[in-house]
């Protein structure tokens, strides 16, 4: 695994498991209708951290219902449903309210991708220092390290939430930017 | 004496892993002048693999790349030998929380020392055990 910082990517050589299967699958219809990007625990976990996980978090920038509809239209057709409702404008009006609506294959509820809007500033700075990274077959854009790793520590800080951040830290040390670390963790500590 | 290091040239020049380069007799003077600076002398170019930063010597005699990455490619083997050699032991934890941090750092530097294909494989047991038709 390397990561090139100054050119925010990171080439993985590794062996894909069921899980990123699945993502790549997803994503792969997602981009042709929506920008995306990969968050939270599955970032951890296709960087190689030892554990599984039911869901994948990921945004999706705000899209009127005219191009979300064509989006759930793609996925249906591709095998993909919502275990939340089955009517788009249903489905729509869930995450135009700022909830997370999920995607799984048809009939098998797990793994599933839980997709949100962001709403607060600090979630939608997560579209402007996305990492890419590359898979021998497939991309992902996933949240910055240093999103990554404050968002883990200060906000969520379940055990779970701290080892996601903790890999990442011993992984890729000496290139992380610290300062912007601690501007995340101040700007978290002062959210409602 | 001289007969042994002329025999240890040959072997080294035998060695596995090997950067061999074509270089035309105009080229041979212009690249005299780097081949003893030091490694870091003159850093005013990027490594082509990983763009850090490189010494005008490695530019020339290391195929423009920086140790590491030079290493890794022309000595493979070489490499892997050094990293099965530096084999790192986990400390136990006082308890289980303890313990938990303790493999998370002792996994990242497995995953740091091996190559992406030997970690995956073993990460991909737990999560592909996790899903039956996906």
């Known amino acids: 695994m390397e990561y090139l910082s100054n050119k925010k990517e990171i080439i993985l050589n590794r062996e894909l498991n069921k899980l990123d299967r699945f993502a790549l699958d997803f994503t792969r219809i997602l981009e042709k209708h929506a920008d995306y990007v990969i968050i939270s625990g599955y970032v951890s976990i296709l960087l190689g951290r030892s554990r599984a996980t039911d869901d994948i978090d990921i945004f999706i920038k705000e899209l009127p219902f005219g191009q979300f509809s064509e989006l759930y239209e793609d996925l249906q057709r591709n095998g993909f449903e919502c275990i939340n409702a089955e009517a788009p404008k249903e489905v729509f009006s869930y995450i135009k309210d700022g909830l997370a609506i999920r995607f799984s294959r048809k009939n098998a509820p797990t793994p599933n991708f839980e997709v949100k809007f962001p709403k607060r500033e600090i979630d939608k700075e997560t579209f402007s220092d996305f990492i890419t990274v590359i898979l021998p077959s497939g991309k992902f854009k996933i949240s910055s390290l240093e999103r990554q790793i404050a968002f883990k520590r200060y906000y969520l800080k379940s055990e779970k939430d701290i080892e996601d951040a903790l890999h990442i830290e011993e992984l890729f040390k000496k290139q992380l930017d610290y300062g912007k670390i601690n501007k995340l963790k101040s700007i978290i500590e002062n959210m409602d | ?134």
Request: hydrophobic letters at 25%; one cysteine or more; aromatic letters at 12%.
């Open chain 2, 1 to 134: 004496m001289a007969e042994e290091n002329q025999k240890k040239q040959f072997d080294d020049l035998w060695h596995p892993g090997a950067y061999i380069k074509e270089i035309s007799p105009t080229e041979v003077e212009k690249l005299k002048e780097t081949l003893d600076k030091a490694h870091n002398e003159n850093m005013n170019f990027n490594c082509k693999k990983c763009d850090k930063k490189i010494s005008a010597h490695n530019k020339d005699w290391h195929d423009c790349m920086c140790d590491k990455c030079f290493n890794e490619t022309y000595f493979p083997d070489e490499t892997q030998t050094k990293k099965k050699v530096e084999k790192v032991f986990m400390k136990p934890g006082r308890n289980n929380q303890e313990d938990r941090i303790n493999f998370v750092k002792f996994w990242a530097n497995y995953i740091k020392t091996h190559s992406d294909k030997e970690w995956s494989e073993q990460q991909n047991i737990l999560i592909d055990g996790q899903f039956s038709g996906t």
